[in-house]
């Protein structure tokens, strides 16, 4: 009697459904969307941003570096940029290293 109930336990336990392969990609499905959403998209959103930003500089923006120094574009290369940061203190930057426009913010 006692082989009995170990046999049925063991065929009980043997009859657990197995996951089918939806709700196995669901999960990971889910957590792609949510990453797309909440890390991927904000990040390209702000590099368009950013880009648009050093596309459109011009002479006469009042601009913050990467650095925290602020200046006004006194010429615009394309790859470089020379601000004046004083009375009689020009600095040459990269571009890239242009954080913020200054003027751009007052505007809006």
Excluded: C, W
Excluded at 32 to 49: A, N, T
Aim: glycine content about 6%; overall charge positive.
């Amino acid at each position: 009697m006692n082989l009995s109930l170990i046999e049925v336990a063991y065929a009980q336990g043997a009859k657990a459904a197995q996951p089918s392969i939806v709700e196995i990609l669901v999960m990971p499905l889910a957590f792609l969307v949510i990453m797309y959403f909440l890390v991927i998209r904000p990040q390209q959103k702000r590099q368009k941003e950013q880009g648009d930003l050093l596309a459109n500089l011009k002479v006469g923006d009042e601009v913050v570096t990467s650095g925290g120094i602020i200046g006004r574009i006194k010429a615009v290369a394309e790859q470089f940029v020379t601000l004046e940061a004083g009375p009689s203190t020009t600095l040459k930057i990269q571009k890239s290293h242009i954080s913020s426009a200054l003027k751009a913010k007052a505007e809006k």
